[in-house]
C-alpha cells in the first residue's frame, strides 16, 4: 500500500501554495462556479450535497438497524416460548425460566425450563474472574501509567495486543487440553473442566481489556494532581490509591464492566472448560464444581435442536436474557465513560 | 473533470452490475448432497462419503453431524436428502413430516450397543440398571458405595437432544430426569475424552469408541460385545437408521448411499468403525 | 515512615509483578500451542509417510517410493512370518479343519488313481490313523500328551515318503511341536487373546499387511507415519499395558508387562527384541518440513494431510465479512465525524455502535441462524460472512473514526479553501491521510471476524465436509475445526499433533494480521514523531 504517498503531497504546503500563487497569477477562469453559492445558484450542487448527507446518513443507520433487527429476532423467536394461553400462564412459565433449578428441555413427560443455573453459573465465572482479573488489570495499568518508562511501556503494550487477539476458541483448546489435566494432577479435583478453570481462561481473556480502558482513564487525569500530591511528600502508592485512583474511579468502574461484559459473553471458553453441568454450585466456594453458562448452553444444545421445537424458542429465550444483561451493563458503561469525557471536555 | 467523473461513474455501475451477476450465479448453484443427523451415526457418514467419493468424485457429499433430533427435523425441511438417525422416528415428528408432505423410510444399517463406560483405573467391572440410575440422579455420588474406591463420581453424559442419550435414557436409567450434577458433551469423541481424563467418571458410549483407554463395564452382568449387541441379548442395543423421504429412486445417488451398506466394502467400514454389520450373524 | 517506604515498594513490586505475570502468562498459553502445534509441520517423517503422501496427494517420484517400499517389505517379512507360523500354532481349530481336509482330499485322489482295493483300504487306514493322532495332539491339553501323539506322526513320514498329499501332515505336525515345546497347550486360549493384542498393535504399526487387500479407509491404509508415532505405537507391541489391583479399596495401577515376558519360551520371545532393534531400518525415518500442512487437503477425520481448506475457508468467510464491513465502517465514521454533532439522533447511533460491540458473539449466531439462515435458506458461507461483518462492524467504525478524528483540520480547512467540495476533500485528502490508522483497525478486526467461532457455529461452517462451490454451501473454517478437534474427535487420541497443528495454525494466522497491525501503527507513529 503506498501509505506514504497522499502523506507527502499533503504535507507540502509550499507546492499547494504554488499552486494557489499561480492560479492567481494567471486568471483563467478554471473554475467554472463562483465559490460561494446560495441554493438557487447551485442547485445541483445543493441537491446532490444533502442527497450524499443521506446516504451516509442511511449508512450510517446500518449499525443501528444491526442492533434493531438482533433485538427483534432474538426476542421474536423467544416469545413462543413465553407465549401461554393466558397471561397467568405466561407469568408462570416466566417465573419457572428465571427460578426454575431444573433444565430438562426434552424430557417426554414433563419438560422443564428453569434456567436459574444457567444465569447464575454466568454470573459465578465472571464474578470469579473478575477477582482474579481486576486486581492483576489495575496493577498494570498502574503500571503502565505511572512506574514505566517510555521504552517499557512500547514493549509491553504489543503482549497485551497479543493477549487481546488470540482466538476465544485457542483459550479453549489451552483450557481443556493443558489446564484441565493440570488442575486434576495437581489439585486432585475430580474434574478438570471445572468453574475454577473456566473463570482462570476468562480473567486472562478480559485483563487486557481492563488494562486499556483503566490505563486510558488514568493517563486522563493531568500530571498537576500527581505533582500536588508528592509534593505534600506521600508516596507512589500514597499518590496513586489515594489520590490517582479516586480521580479515575468512573473510567476504572467502566473498564471493569467492560472487562465483565467480555467474561460474561464469552462462549467458547467456558463451552469448552466448564463442564457443562446445570447445576447451581454448593456450597458456593467451592470452584472444582462444573458449571453451565448461558453462553454455553446455547452453543451446546443449539447445534441439535431442532428449529421450531420449545427447546428451541428456550434456548432463544436464554439468548434473550443474555442480550438484556449486556445491553444494560454496555448503558451503565456508557454512562461512566461519558463521565470522563464531559470531565476532559471541562478542562 | 466531467469526463473524469462520468468515467468513474460508469465504473461503479459496472461492478454494481458485476456484483449482481456474481450473486446471481451464486444463487443458482446447486449443492451436493447433504447429509445430516445423529453424532453416532456421523462416523459411518463420513466413511460411507469418503469411500464414495473414490467411486462418485463428481457428487459432493456434505455429513452434518448435528443429533438425531436435528437430522429428522432437516429431513421434514427439506434441508437434507439423508437424515441419520440413532433412534426411530417420534410420532411428533412422523406427524409433522406427513404434514409437510415428507414421507420417511427407514433404512436400518447397522447395529451400535451404548456401553457404560469407566476410566480403566476403576476397580468396577460391573454394574446394574438400578445403580446406574441412581448415579446419574444423584443418590449415589461416590465409588465407594458401589464397592469401589474412595473417589468422587463424575457423572457424564451425551445431550439431551442426541439419540445417545434417548436410548441410555430409555432403556437404562427407565426414562427417570437426570441430577443436577451431571456433565453433559456433545458427542460421543467428547465424551470419550471426558472419561479417558477423569479417573472419577462415568460415561456411556457408542461400541465403536471403546478403546484402551476407556473400560467397557458389563450392564446387568452382559458385557457389550458384537455378538450380545447383534443377538439383542445387550440391554443397551439399538439399530442405526438412515432415513429418507419416500424409497429412494433405484439406482440414484441417494438410494447407492442406502443399500452401501450391503456391499462387502460397506461392511468392512462398519466393522472398521465399531459397529455391527446387519448380515454378519 | 519505614512502614510507608515499605509499602510504597510492595506496590510498585506488585505491579510490576503482575507486568511480569502478564509476560508469563503469555508465554505459557502461546508456548505449548505454538511449540507442539509446529510439530505437525516439522518432524521425522517414516517410510509410511512417504506412500501416504505419494498415495493421497501424489507427491515424489512413483520408482522411488516402490523401490522403497520393496526393501522395507523384504525386511518386514521374516517378522510376519515368524508370527504366521507361531499363530498357527496357536490357532488350532484352522488346523483341525486343514488336516480334516488333506485326509478328505488323499481318499479322493487314491480313488481318483484306481488304486487296487485292499491297497486303497490300507493306505486310507494309515492315513486314518495318522490323522487321529494329529487331530488328538491337537485337541489336547496335556503338554507332554501332545509332543508324544506329534512324534508317533512323525515316525510314521517315512511310510508316506512317495506320497505328496499327505506331506502338509508331517508339516503342521512339525510345526505344532515346535509350538508345543515351547508352550503349554492348556494356556493355548489366553495366547489367542494376546496374540490378537499383538496383531492389532503390529496393523497399527505396520499398516496392512502387503497381501492383504487395502482397507477402504484412509486412516487404517498406512502404518505409524511419523517417527514419534512409531515410538508410540511400538510400545503397545512391545507392552502389554495392564490396570491392577495394587491395595485393595484403591484406584487401580497402569502396569507394563513386557510382551517378551508373556511369551517367554516361546518361538516370539526374540521377536519383540529383534523388531525393536530394527525399528529404524524398518521406518526410514528422515527429518521432514511438511510446509504444504497449510495447503493440503485432509483426509475425513483430519487423520493424514493440512489445514488447507479450514484455512481458506476462514479467509473466505472473513474477506466476505470485510468486503461488507469496510465500506459501512469508513462510511458511518465519516458521518459521525463529518456531520455528527452532540444532537439526539448521533448520540442515539452511539449507543447503538457500543451496544453493538457489546452483544455476545454467541447471539450474532442466534441473530445468524433466526434471520440469515432463513433468508439464504440454509447454513452457508454467506450467513456466516454477513453475521462476522455484523460482528466487527463496530470496530471498524471506532477505528475509522478515531484515525479520521486524528487528520489535523488544517488539512480538511486547506482543502475546503482550495475549492474542493466535501466529498472531494474527504476522498482525496482526508481518507488517504487517515488511511494508515483505517487500516491498522481494518487488520485487527480481520483477525478478530478470522477467529471468532461462536458466529458461525450454527450459520455455515462445518467440521468435515467438501470444498464449498457456492457461496450457498457451508465450508470448513479454523476456529470451527478447532473446537471439533480439541473437544476430541478420534483423531485428538491417535493424532494428537493434527490437533496442536491446527490450533498453531489459527493462532500464527491472527498474530500474522496483528503483527502487521502493529507494524504499521509502529511506523506511522514513527514518522508522526518525526515531524
Not at chain 1, 478480559?206 to 486499556?212: C, D, K, Q, R
Not at chain 2, 444399517?109 to 476403576?122: E, F, K, R, T, Y
Not at chain 3, 497381501?211 to 487404517?220: C, G, N, S
Not at chain 3, 502487521?516 to 514518522?527: F, H, M
Amino acid at each position: 500500500m503506498d501509505i506514504r504517498k497522499p502523506n507527502v503531497t499533503i504535507l507540502q504546503p509550499t507546492s499547494g501554495a504554488d499552486r494557489v500563487r499561480s492560479e492567481q497569477s494567471k486568471p483563467v477562469a478554471e473554475f467554472s462556479r463562483p465559490l460561494l453559492l446560495s441554493p438557487g445558484q447551485d442547485l445541483l450542487g445543493y441537491v446532490t450535497g444533502h442527497l450524499g448527507r443521506g446516504t451516509l446518513f442511511v449508512i450510517t443507520l446500518v449499525s443501528v438497524l444491526a442492533v434493531f433487527l438482533i433485538f427483534w429476532f432474538v426476542i421474536r423467536e423467544a416469545i413462543p416460548f413465553l407465549k401461554g394461553e393466558s397471561l397467568g400462564q405466561t407469568i408462570a412459565r416466566l417465573t419457572e425460566f428465571l427460578t426454575g433449578k431444573n433444565w430438562y428441555p426434552e424430557a417426554h413427560v414433563h419438560p422443564e425450563f428453569g434456567a436459574l443455573p444457567a444465569i447464575v453459573g454466568s454470573v459465578y465465572v465472571t464474578a470469579v474472574a473478575l477477582v482474579l482479573s481486576v486486581p492483576v488489570g489495575l496493577l498494570c495499568a498502574l503500571f503502565l501509567s505511572d512506574m514505566a518508562p517510555f521504552s517499557i511501556r512500547q514493549a509491553i503494550k504489543p503482549v497485551i495486543e497479543i493477549l487481546a487477539a488470540i482466538p476465544s476458541v485457542a483459550y479453549g483448546f489451552f483450557a481443556i487440553i493443558v489446564v484441565a489435566p493440570w488442575l486434576q494432577h495437581t489439585f486432585g479435583f475430580s474434574t478438570g473442566a471445572n468453574a475454577l478453570n473456566a473463570a482462570m481462561i476468562l480473567a486472562i481473556m478480559a485483563v487486557p481489556t481492563i488494562i486499556s480502558v483503566a490505563e486510558d482513564s488514568l493517563s486522563a487525569i493531568g500530571r498537576e494532581i500527581r505533582e500536588a500530591s508528592y509534593a505534600l511528600g506521600a508516596t507512589r502508592a500514597e499518590t496513586l490509591l489515594k489520590v490517582v485512583i479516586p480521580a479515575a474511579h468512573s473510567g476504572i468502574i467502566a473498564a471493569i464492566i467492560l472487562g465483565m461484559m467480555r467474561a460474561i459473553g464469552e462462549t467458547m471458553v467456558v463451552w469448552m472448560a466448564a463442564g457443562m453441568a446445570s447445576q447451581i454450585p454448593s456450597p458456593w466456594w467451592d470452584l472444582s464444581q462444573s458449571v453451565r453458562p448461558m453462553t454455553a448452553t446455547i452453543a451446546q444444545e443449539m447445534g441439535e435442536t431442532a428449529r421450531g421445537t420449545v427447546h428451541y424458542y428456550a434456548l432463544f429465550a436464554i439468548g434473550c436474557v443474555l442480550l438484556i444483561f449486556t445491553f444494560g451493563m454496555n448503558l451503565i458503561s456508557e454512562h461512566f465513560m461519558a463521565r470522563i469525557h464531559r470531565r476532559e471536555g471541562g478542562r | 473533470m466531467n469526463t473524469r467523473f462520468s468515467v468513474s461513474r460508469i465504473g461503479w455501475v459496472g461492478l454494481v452490475i458485476g456484483m449482481l451477476v456474481t450473486t446471481q450465479a451464486v444463487w443458482s448453484a446447486e449443492g451436493g448432497l447433504i447429509v445430516d443427523g445423529s453424532t453416532t451415526v456421523g462416523p459411518l457418514g463420513d466413511a460411507f462419503a469418503e469411500a464414495f467419493k473414490t467411486s462418485h468424485p463428481d457428487i459432493a457429499i456434505t455429513v452434518n453431524k448435528t443429533g438425531s433430533g436435528d437430522g429428522a427435523a432437516a429431513l421434514i425441511d427439506g434441508r437434507c436428502q439423508i437424515a441419520m438417525m440413532s433412534r426411530f422416528m417420534k410420532d411428533t415428528e412422523f406427524t409433522k413430516a406427513v404434514v409437510n408432505k415428507v414421507f420417511p423410510v427407514a433404512h436400518t444399517i447397522a447395529m451400535d450397543g451404548v456401553c457404560i463406560v469407566l476410566h480403566p483405573s476403576n476397580p468396577i467391572k460391573e454394574l446394574t440398571k438400578e445403580q446406574i440410575t441412581k448415579i446419574y440422579k444423584g443418590e449415589i455420588t461416590n465409588w465407594k458405595e458401589l464397592g469401589g474406591s474412595d473417589l468422587a463420581i463424575v457423572a457424564i453424559s451425551r445431550d439431551t437432544s442426541s439419540g445417545t442419550y434417548e436410548t441410555f435414557h430409555e432403556l437404562v436409567i427407565n426414562k427417570e430426569k437426570m441430577g443436577p450434577s451431571v456433565e453433559y458433551v456433545s458427542s460421543n469423541p467428547q465424551a470419550h475424552a471426558r472419561v479417558k481424563s477423569t479417573p472419577g467418571a462415568i460415561g456411556y458410549i457408542g461400541l465403536g469408541f471403546i478403546d484402551a483407554y476407556v473400560k467397557a463395564i458389563k450392564l446387568d452382568g452382559i458385557m457389550p460385545t458384537r455378538q450380545t449387541i447383534a443377538k439383542g441379548k445387550y440391554p443397551a442395543s439399538r439399530p442405526l437408521f438412515l432415513f429418507t423421504n419416500g424409497y429412494p429412486k433405484l439406482g440414484s445417488i441417494v438410494h447407492e448411499l442406502c443399500v452401501f451398506h450391503l456391499t462387502e466394502k460397506g461392511q468392512e467400514i462398519i466393522e472398521a468403525k465399531g459397529f455391527i454389520p446387519l448380515t454378519n450373524y | 515512615m519505614m512502614l510507608r517506604m515499605l509499602f510504597d515498594k510492595l506496590f510498585t513490586g506488585s505491579a510490576a509483578g503482575s507486568v511480569g505475570l502478564l509476560c508469563l502468562l503469555l508465554i505459557v498459553v502461546l508456548g505449548p500451542m505454538v511449540w507442539r502445534g509446529m510439530g505437525a509441520v516439522v518432524f521425522r517423517e517414516t517410510v509410511e509417510f512417504r506412500k501416504m503422501q505419494h498415495a493421497i496427494f501424489g507427491r515424489g517420484s512413483q520408482a522411488e517410493i516402490l523401490r522403497e517400499t520393496e526393501q522395507v517389505d523384504g525386511l518386514r517379512k521374516p517378522i510376519y512370518d515368524t508370527f504366521d507360523s507361531f499363530a498357527q500354532g496357536i490357532d488350532v481349530d484352522k488346523q483341525l479343519d486343514r488336516v480334516r481336509e488333506i485326509y478328505r482330499e488323499y481318499g479322493d485322489s487314491l480313488r481318483q488313481r484306481n488304486t487296487p482295493a485292499d491297497e486303497f483300504t490300507q493306505l486310507r487306514s494309515t492315513a486314518k490313523t495318522i490323522r487321529d493322532r494329529l487331530t488328538e495332539a491337537l485337541e489336547t491339553v496335556d503338554q507332554s500328551e501332545a509332543i508324544s501323539l506329534t512324534l508317533q506322526v512323525l515316525e510314521m513320514e517315512i511310510n508316506f515318503a512317495g506320497e505328496p498329499q499327505l506331506a502338509e501332515f508331517f508339516e503342521i505336525a512339525r510345526r505344532y511341536k515346535k509350538t508345543v515345546e515351547g508352550i503349554d497347550p492348556g494356556h493355548r486360549q489366553e495366547y489367542a487373546e494376546l496374540l490378537r493384542e499383538v496383531r492389532d498393535a503390529m496393523n497399527t504399526l505396520f499398516g496392512p499387511r502387503p497381501d492383504q487387500p487395502k482397507p477402504p479407509l484412509a486412516e487404517h491404509q498406512f502404518g505409524a507415519t511419523r517417527w514419534d508415532l512409531v515410538q508410540r505405537d511400538v510400545r503397545f507391541l512391545l507392552y502389554d499395558e495392564q490396570w491392577v489391583q495394587e491395595t485393595p479399596g484403591q484406584p487401580l495401577q497402569k502396569k507394563l508387562i513386557p510382551r517378551k515376558q508373556q511369551f517367554a519360551g516361546t518361538e516370539l520371545e526374540g521377536w519383540f527384541d529383534q523388531i525393536e532393534l530394527d525399528l529404524k531400518s524398518l521406518f526410514r525415518p528422515r527429518l521432514r518440513i511438511y510446509w504444504q500442512y497449510f495447503f493440503d487437503d485432509s483426509t475425513p477425520g483430519h487423520f493424514f494431510g493440512g489445514v488447507g481448506p479450514e484455512i481458506l475457508g476462514t479467509l473466505l468467510l472473513t474477506l466476505l465479512a470485510m468486503v461488507v464491513a469496510i465500506p459501512l465502517g469508513i462510511i458511518s465514521a465519516a458521518y459521525l465525524v463529518e456531520y455528527g454533532g452532540d444532537t439526539f439522533i448521533i448520540r442515539i447511533i452511539r449507543t447503538c455502535i457500543n451496544t453493538l460491540a457489546g452483544v455476545p458473539s454467541i447471539v450474532f449466531g442466534l441473530f445468524g441462524l433466526a434471520f440469515f439462515v432463513i433468508l439464504f435458506g440454509r447454513p452457508c458461507i454467506l450467513a456466516a460472512a454477513m453475521t462476522l461483518a455484523l460482528l466487527v462492524l463496530p470496530v471498524i467504525i471506532r477505528a475509522s473514526e478515531e484515525a479520521i478524528r486524528a487528520v489535523p483540520s488544517t488539512y480538511k480547512e486547506a482543502s475546503l479553501s482550495l475549492g474542493a467540495g466535501r466529498f472531494r476533500t474527504f476522498m482525496t485528502v482526508i481518507l488517504p491521510a487517515a488511511m494508515p490508522g483505517i487500516l491498522t483497525g481494518i487488520i485487527l478486526s480481520l483477525s478478530r471476524a478470522a477467529g471468532e467461532t461462536a458466529p458461525i457455529l450454527f450459520t455455515g461452517a462445518v467440521f468435515l465436509g467438501p470444498m464449498p462451490r457456492s457461496l450457498l454451501d457451508s465450508t470448513r473454517a479454523l476456529p470451527y475445526g478447532v473446537h471439533g478437534i480439541a473437544t476430541g474427535d478420534k483423531v485428538g487420541m491417535t493424532m494428537p499433533h493434527q490437533q496442536y497443528g491446527m490450533v498453531m495454525a489459527l493462532i500464527v494466522l491472527v498474530l500474522l494480521l496483528n503483527f502487521l497491525a502493529i507494524g504499521i501503527r509502529w511506523r506511522v507513529s514513527k514518522k508522526l514523531r518525526g515531524y
